[in-house]
């Protein structure tokens, strides 16, 4: 029971959640799904722009810079083309940089020299456990230092995992996944999500993400989308 814990447990739990809940940035103003609402269908011809800018506006306000252009798939969700819009971005580290700072743990969840390179469709079915997730694809160069290689790209639960500092005791650690799983949930279209922290170091890095998803049974290819991403 908590009554028996040191009241030191207490005041860390009580930080923690709040730093971790505060480090999140607002959710976008008209989130494109939720856990409760089902995934947007398929965009036609006339609506990949404002799907385009959609996702768009939602890594913006999770501070994600976003790739120089889209990127799309056909015959993933519907009838007729079945396009499917998607976008690619970057999160240079450290992020967040609004956490509340507690003595002796690090609660930035991409660290100093690391880019989190994040890949949003639009319109996709939410994951469930028969979906794969290993997909998609990072391919990525520090053009400043000659550094390079690829990563996979992980789920939603992936990404929970990841942005959850090392620092944060066990104990603690449920609760931080439950607050960060809720506001992506939230936040973000959920349908096939995936990002991937890389130890990219600093400087100027050129990255390329590509590969498939699955929408309800259906095996979706992105064709690679460029971006340039500055790690301070």
């Given at each position: 029971?908590?009554?028996?814990?040191?009241?030191?447990?207490?005041?860390?739990?009580?930080?923690?959640?709040?730093a971790?809940?505060?480090?999140?940035?607002p959710?976008?103003?008209?989130?494109?799904?939720?856990?409760?609402?089902?995934?947007?269908?398929?965009?036609?011809?006339?609506?990949?722009?404002?799907?385009?800018?959609?996702?768009?506006?939602?890594?913006?306000?999770?501070?994600?810079?976003?790739?120089?252009?889209?990127?799309?798939?056909?015959?993933?969700?519907?009838?007729?083309?079945?396009?499917?819009?998607?976008?690619?971005?970057?999160?240079?580290?450290?992020?967040?940089?609004?956490?509340?700072?507690?003595?002796?743990l690090?609660?930035?969840?991409?660290?100093?020299?690391?880019?989190?390179?994040?890949?949003?469709?639009?319109?996709?079915?939410?994951?469930?456990?028969a979906?794969?997730?290993?997909?998609?694809?990072?391919a990525?160069?520090?053009i400043?230092?000659?550094?390079?290689?690829?990563?996979?790209m992980?789920?939603i639960?992936?990404?929970?995992?990841?942005?959850?500092?090392?620092?944060?005791?066990?104990?603690?650690?449920?609760?931080?996944?439950?607050?960060?799983?809720?506001?992506?949930?939230?936040?973000?279209?959920?349908?096939?999500?995936?990002?991937?922290?890389?130890?990219?170091?600093?400087?100027?890095?050129?990255?390329?993400?590509?590969?498939?998803?699955d929408?309800?049974?259906?095996?979706?290819?992105?064709?690679?989308?460029v971006?340039?991403t500055?790690?301070?």
């Open positions: 029971m908590f009554d028996s814990r040191p009241k030191t447990t207490l005041t860390t739990l009580a930080a923690c959640a709040a971790l809940l505060l480090a999140a940035p959710a976008a103003a008209e989130p494109a799904v939720t856990r409760d609402a089902p995934a947007t269908q398929a965009a036609g011809p006339g609506d990949l722009l404002g799907a385009y800018q959609t996702v768009v506006a939602t890594l913006e306000s999770l501070g994600v810079q976003p790739f120089l252009y889209p990127t799309v798939a056909a015959n993933c969700a519907g009838d007729g083309l079945g396009l499917v819009p998607a976008v690619a971005g970057a999160v240079p580290g450290p992020w967040p940089s609004n956490t509340v700072q507690i003595p002796g690090d609660l930035t969840a991409v660290k100093s020299g690391q880019t989190m390179f994040t890949f949003l469709p639009y319109g996709l079915a939410p994951d469930t456990a979906t794969k997730t290993s997909g998609m694809q990072v990525w160069l520090n400043s230092t000659g550094r390079g290689g690829m990563a996979s992980g789920s639960a992936d990404i929970v995992r990841a942005l959850v500092p090392p620092e944060v005791p066990v104990e603690l650690r449920p609760l931080a996944e439950t607050a960060i799983r809720d506001f992506l949930f939230t936040a973000i279209p959920v349908g096939g999500v995936r990002a991937v922290p890389v130890d990219t170091g600093h400087g100027t890095v050129l990255a390329a993400v590509f590969g498939t998803t929408n309800a049974g259906r095996s979706c290819f992105f064709f690679p989308t971006g340039i500055e790690v301070p």
